[in-house]
């Protein structure tokens, strides 16, 4: 019967790793951040607030939106449309609009808060709304723009992240469980030597240029006199705007990667796949909305979990005993058969716990369960007897 | 071995080492530095502009300066020009018309009827006998969303540089004051300011905004933040222009920096499609000879250090400013020139800081074509140099007995035979392993005479600083023949040692050269960071003065021959001289020259005048003392 209860325990554990491993996410977080201020860098603040644009319409809500911009573009003087940011010449869009919320404002977006907020090393008195709020059900979509180069991306002029850094803190996420899977987008000179030293596994990284290479304006705006966008920026948003229209499109990140022209934007965009479960074929197949969209889905409570005391640390607990209790089993009956072949008493410590365990049962079967059963069946009896009898009054 | 041979020989010989090296390197300095300098139009040694400060973005925004607003202008214009007494005629047919205290009424209520703070400042300045005197009016817009740290300048003079009336700028500055205060997209305050000319009126009015004002000048009523530029617009005729002329030379040869300059190339070429000349080079083939010939008159201009427009005064307190003057018949109008202002405006509101990320130190050959500090400055260097070389060998071969020349050139083959054992001394004199002996130098007389010649200096420099300019020319000439009488006259002074010691010993000469020559070399290499052209034309100058000496071994017809031709030759290069040359070659009357120098010493704050009278002709009188000298 032992050897019964094992085979099935380990069989429900193999059902729950297999669970884990392609389990979807249950939550979606996104981080944008653009990392320049000054009036003419205007394009990168307008970046991320497309995509700011974007992830909200596809379902993230703004307390899962973690939103940081260095300077306000909408009240600088020299903006002559006060109160908005276009990031197209057209204006047909307002991206500043009635409702939008800045976690990180001006002065606070600096490295140091950048990967606290990845890593969460934050005080206790930090609001809710600075703090990437993410667990190892989360999808999360980091967006970076700004000036960058060979493996650095300055923020705000006077100091900058390498890519040790960024690799550095999305491990700790990794190792925190601040993750499930990520999706990792830069658009800045140079972008894809940020993305070169990542190590933690379920990343998917995307930049707009090789090392040497610059990442361009796609156009100005001749009114507000500067660069309104990105042109990897720009067409990643092009995609995202004409194809992916609903939370329930099916498009996935290859199609995504595929929409990619060079031609167009006038660098080479990179993608990597290898920290990716499965790679290429597997990420491929992650749809878009995974990480710019939401989910709803049901989490059970600490089904993933593996601090001492979930369900998962006790199954493999129970499973462990099993085996244990399996070995003895054996190594009992073989003590059996021996001492049967050559001495009755043979004072080994084995023996003596053996006969301790087999007590242990005894002992519970000891208990008078036919008095507990008579116990039982009076209360109910009794409890029917004033149901009936109330029932009968009652009426 | 064969170098340590060389080198030793060159130890050996005192007077290959002393006399003959520094003199061919002196001059091999001098070639190659005026080689250099004629490499620089060439396409490997010049470089293209670039905006280096990314904020200026210039010409991305759409200027909207047309339609309506030419009707405003006409009548703005109108209304001036009705205020003009047009019976003020002159002689040469020409509007003489002074900017009257009418007109500045108008100009005022023209600022105030389109929301402009206005104030007026009257100042005076009194040099060379002339008093300028005038009314300066301006109009501040305050930026809308902007806090009031930092403002820019738009300037119109109502006359010219070139003393021309300057009513269609006047009234562009007036239409654009009306049009930039319904814009709110202003980051810095907008100063319009109206002189009555562009020599004084700009300096009274910057001067008192730092509150650096002479008594004569009013302080401002009005004021506004820190100044991150300053635009002045000429634009003195009726027709349609042409080309821009973009005039950059501030006062000392202080230029503006480089992006400021090239914003304005970029927006009148880039987005205007309006040329740009400089240096009033009109026909530019972009060939070597007009490249070097922008660049030579951009260095005579820098190192004159005079104020080329009303923009120059800006650049003493580090405030970038350039005057942009129309020029030629063409089919540009003032609507354009008003878009190439707002664009430029535009730009400069983009500025997040002072103008800073571009060159200071360049000088400019095309309107797309420049070289900088770094490649140019060893040209001036290598020629301050040559004198600093000399100075430091005279210094050296006056440590050596004099007769050591000859010690050394008739035992030389002896010492070799003996070998480099022989250290001992032959008639009492120690000779060390270098051979001659050491001397004491006579350092009192030089020095005191070097520096009191210096000293002397400040004379000419008052003189000619505050003598009424009637009398300009007739001192000029006095000063020639002070020039060729002085140094004689030192000359015997010297010979009978100034009457109070014996003669002066060949010794002392050398070291009288030798100082003289220190200084030249200090001061101009010094000065060629500063103002690099002024510092190459004086050392250019006074090259002979390096090569020149006192000679008084060779027969006496001859001696007196050679030194009086050297001295004639001498009084060609000496101050006055090359000023009336100069005038001469130019046509342009002395009595203009000095008077220009003289206001900008005394309102400017030019320091051609010191340079000339303290580092260029002492040094120029001692080589004529050195030379007279020998005469006697």
Redesign the interface.
């Known amino acids: 019967m032992i050897s019964l209860v094992s085979r099935s325990l380990q069989l429900l554990l193999l059902l729950l790793i297999a669970c884990t491993a392609t389990a979807e996410h249950t939550s979606n977080w996104a981080v944008l951040v653009s990392t320049s201020r000054?009036?003419?860098n205007y394009r990168h603040l307008a970046n991320v607030l497309s995509l700011y644009r974007t992830v909200k319409r596809l379902g993230i809500p703004d307390s899962q939106i973690i939103l940081m911009l260095p300077d306000d573009m909408a009240?600088?003087?020299?903006?002559?449309f006060?109160g908005t940011v276009y990031s197209n010449a057209d204006r047909a869009v307002d991206l500043y609009g009635d409702n939008i919320e800045v976690d990180y404002r001006g002065y606070e977006v600096t490295v140091e808060n950048f990967i606290r907020l990845l890593t969460d090393r934050l005080d206790e008195d930090v609001p809710r709304s600075k703090r990437l709020g993410s667990d190892a059900g989360s999808n999360v979509l980091v967006y970076m723009t700004g000036h960058g180069g060979d493996q650095f991306l300055k923020f705000q002029d006077a100091e900058e992240i390498g890519a040790w850094d960024l690799a550095d803190a999305f491990g700790q996420m990794w190792e925190k469980k601040r993750y499930h899977e990520l999706l990792f987008m830069i658009d800045t000179c140079q972008a894809n030597t940020m993305y070169t030293h990542f190590y933690s596994p379920n990343i998917v990284a995307t930049g707009s240029s090789e090392l040497d290479q610059s990442s361009y304006s796609h156009h100005?705006d001749?009114?507000?006199?500067?660069?309104v966008i990105d042109r990897w920026t720009y067409y990643v948003l092009e995609f995202l705007e004409t194809q992916v229209t609903s939370a329930n499109s099916k498009l996935n990140l290859g199609d995504l990667f595929d929409s990619y022209d060079e031609s167009k934007i006038h660098s080479q965009p990179g993608v990597r796949w290898d920290l990716f479960p499965g790679g290429e074929p597997e990420g491929r197949l992650r749809t878009v909305v995974d990480f710019f969209g939401n989910v709803q889905n049901v989490e059970v409570e600490n089904a993933n979990a593996t601090e001492p005391g979930s369900l998962k640390e006790d199954l493999a607990e129970i499973a462990k005993l099993v085996e244990k209790w399996q070995r003895r089993d054996e190594e009992y009956s073989a003590i059996l058969n021996n001492s049967t072949q050559q001495t009755e008493n043979r004072p080994s410590s084995s023996v003596h716990l053996n006969q301790k365990k087999t007590v242990g049962p005894t002992r519970m079967t000891d208990e008078s369960s036919w008095g507990k059963r008579l116990v039982g069946l009076s209360v109910i009896g009794a409890c029917t007897a004033i149901w009936v009898a109330g029932s009968y009054l009652g009426r | 071995m064969a170098l340590k041979s060389a080198i030793r020989n060159l130890r050996n010989n005192p007077h290959l080492l002393f006399v003959r090296l520094p003199n061919l390197l002196s001059f091999l300095c001098i070639i190659v530095g005026v080689v250099w300098l004629l490499l620089l139009p060439l396409n490997e040694y010049s470089r293209n502009t670039y905006i280096s400060e990314n904020a200026l973005l210039p010409g991305q925004v759409h200027a909207y300066f047309t339609g309506s607003e030419q009707n405003i202008f006409r009548g703005y214009k109108q209304e001036l020009e009705g205020l003009l007494n047009v019976g003020q005629k002159s002689e040469d047919g020409q509007d003489q018309v002074e900017l009257t205290p009418v007109i500045s009424n108008k100009i005022r209520s023209v600022f105030e009827a389109s929301g402009l703070k206005v104030a007026t400042q009257k100042y005076e300045y009194k040099s060379a006998g002339i008093t300028h005197e005038g009314e300066n009016t301006y109009g501040i817009i305050h930026a809308p969303r902007g806090d009031a740290t930092e403002a820019i300048v738009l300037i119109a003079t109502w006359k010219t540089a070139n003393d021309e009336l300057n009513l269609n700028g006047v009234t562009l500055a007036l239409t654009l004051a009306r049009y930039f205060k319904r814009w709110s997209l202003w980051s810095k305050d907008i100063i319009f300011l109206i002189t009555p000319d562009s020599k004084s009126g700009t300096q009274a009015w910057v001067d008192a905004y730092h509150d650096l004002q002479p008594e004569s000048v009013q302080p401002l009523p009005l004021k506004s933040g820190a100044l991150q530029g300053a635009v002045a617009i000429e634009y003195p005729f009726d027709h349609r222009f042409k080309n821009l002329h973009i005039v950059y030379d501030g006062v000392n040869g202080q230029l503006p920096n480089l992006d400021l300059f090239n914003t304005a190339v970029a927006i009148a070429g880039g987005q205007m499609g309006i040329g740009s000349n400089l240096q009033e080079m009109w026909e530019h083939d972009d060939s070597y000879e007009a490249r070097l010939q922008t660049m030579l008159r951009g260095m005579a201009k820098q190192g004159l250090g005079y104020a080329t427009g009303a923009h120059s005064s800006f650049m003493p307190y580090h405030i970038d400013a350039i005057t942009l003057q129309t020029k030629g018949e063409g089919w540009e109008d003032e609507m354009a020139l008003g878009r190439t202002i707002e664009s430029l405006c535009r730009s400069l509101n983009n500025l997040l800081e002072h103008l800073h990320q571009s060159f200071f130190f360049y000088l400019l050959m095309q309107s797309n074509r420049f070289v900088s500090i770094g490649t140019y400055l060893p040209s001036a260097m290598l020629i301050a140099g040559n004198f600093t070389i000399m100075a430091i060998a005279l210094w050296m071969r006056t440590g050596y007995h004099e007769d050591a020349k000859s010690d050394m050139s008739s035992d030389s083959s002896q010492s070799k035979k003996k070998g480099s054992a022989s250290v001992t001394s032959k008639s009492g004199k120690p000779v060390g392993l270098n051979g001659p002996a050491v001397a004491e130098r006579l350092l009192a007389l030089p020095l005191t005479l070097v520096t009191g010649l210096h000293l002397l200096g400040l004379v000419p420099l008052y003189i000619f600083n505050t003598i009424p300019h009637q009398f300009f020319t007739t001192a000029t000439y006095i000063f020639v023949v002070v020039d060729i009488v002085l140094p004689l006259i030192l000359a015997v002074l010297l010979s009978n040692g100034l009457g109070l010691s014996t003669p002066l010993v060949p010794q002392q000469y050398l070291l009288i050269k030798s100082f003289a020559l220190l200084l030249l070399g200090l001061s101009l290499s010094t000065l060629a960071t500063l103002n690099f052209s002024l510092s190459l034309t004086i050392g250019l100058l006074c090259a002979p003065l390096s090569f020149i000496t006192r000679s008084d071994c060779s027969s006496n017809p001859q001696r007196f021959a050679l030194s009086g031709l050297g001295l004639g030759l001498l009084n060609l290069l000496s101050p006055p001289a090359v000023l009336l040359g100069a005038c001469q070659y130019t046509g342009v009357s002395v009595e203009t020259v000095l008077t220009e120098a003289a206001y900008g010493w005394d309102v400017w704050g030019m320091w051609t005048q010191v340079v000339v009278w303290c580092v260029w002709w002492p040094a120029w009188l001692i080589g004529c003392v050195l030379l007279g000298s020998s005469i006697f």
Do not use: E, Q, S
Not at chain 1, 222 to 227: C, I, K, M, Q
């Open positions: 000054f009036w003419f009240c600088n003087p020299r903006n002559a006060p100005a001749n009114d507000v006199g500067v660069a």
